[in-house]
């Protein structure tokens, strides 16, 4: 039992260091989702809770995506969040110019 409340624990400190800054930075501005070869300019809506962070991204192109990650997984940037392990992505800027002009 003491292993799991050092878990929470451990998942709390990094919620109160990251929570603030992910829902300022990023809740509803126009981002760019990237995951391996596929990216799309949209809007997420974010969700924290106790166990991390769940994105969901709309965009013109494409069905809407559901994205998540657990607090010790997640990386924030000023420009850029997303999940170590998961290979998934948001930012400002968009990740590959070039293949914006390949997907018209």
Request: with cysteine.
């Amino acid at each position: 039992m003491e292993e799991k409340d050092e878990e929470k624990n451990r998942l709390k400190a990094i919620r109160e260091k990251l929570e603030s800054h992910i829902m300022s930075t990023f809740q509803g501005k126009e981002m760019w989702y990237q995951e391996k070869r596929l990216q799309y300019k949209g809007t997420p809506d974010i969700t924290t809770d106790a166990w991390g962070v769940s994105v969901h991204f709309e965009c013109n192109r494409t069905q809407p995506v559901h994205l998540s990650g657990r607090w010790d997984f997640i990386i924030a940037y000023a420009d850029y969040i997303g999940a170590a392990y998961a290979g998934w992505s948001l930012s400002f800027e968009c990740p590959y110019p070039e293949w914006e002009e390949e997907e018209k």
